[in-house]
């Protein structure tokens, strides 16, 4: 059985920094794609970065580049998001999510929520103004 389980959000405020984490358990990492969503209240739920099983390729949505680094730890099966420079419009409760599809990892692969098998249950992020 898959377990994703997301930790290190929290309330900042605008301007800081959080670093999200999500470990993983119940399948070879490795070979495992990874994504990070977000839902807002009365949002849909929106891509925000992803990372191949490799750590070769990342996606990040237009919105957090420069300010969010996806990275992976495959020894630790863990991703982690970096979260730089903090908005109020960041403020959501994110999800990482697990690929176990192995296919070709394109963008338009990765920003789709129904490309991932396995979620975690969020974690919140607060950033107030």
């Known amino acids: 059985q898959v377990q994703l389980v997301e930790t290190g959000g929290g309330l900042v405020q605008a301007g800081g920094s959080l670093r999200l984490s999500c470990a993983a358990s119940g399948r070879t990492f490795t070979r495992l794609n990874m994504g990070w969503f977000r839902q807002a209240p009365g949002k849909e739920r929106e891509f925000v970065s992803a990372i191949s099983n490799s750590g070769y390729s990342t996606f990040y949505t237009d919105s957090v580049k420069g300010r969010f680094t996806i990275s992976r730890d495959n020894n630790k099966n863990t991703v982690y998001l970096q979260m730089n420079s903090l908005r109020p419009e960041d403020t959501a409760v994110y999800y990482c999510?697990?690929?176990?599809?192995?296919?070709?990892?394109?963008?338009?692969?990765?920003?789709?929520?129904?490309?991932?098998?396995?979620w975690g249950q969020g974690t919140q992020v607060t950033v107030s103004s």
């Open positions: 999510a697990l690929d176990v599809g192995g296919g070709i990892y394109t963008r338009d692969y990765a920003l789709s929520p129904d490309s991932y098998d396995y």
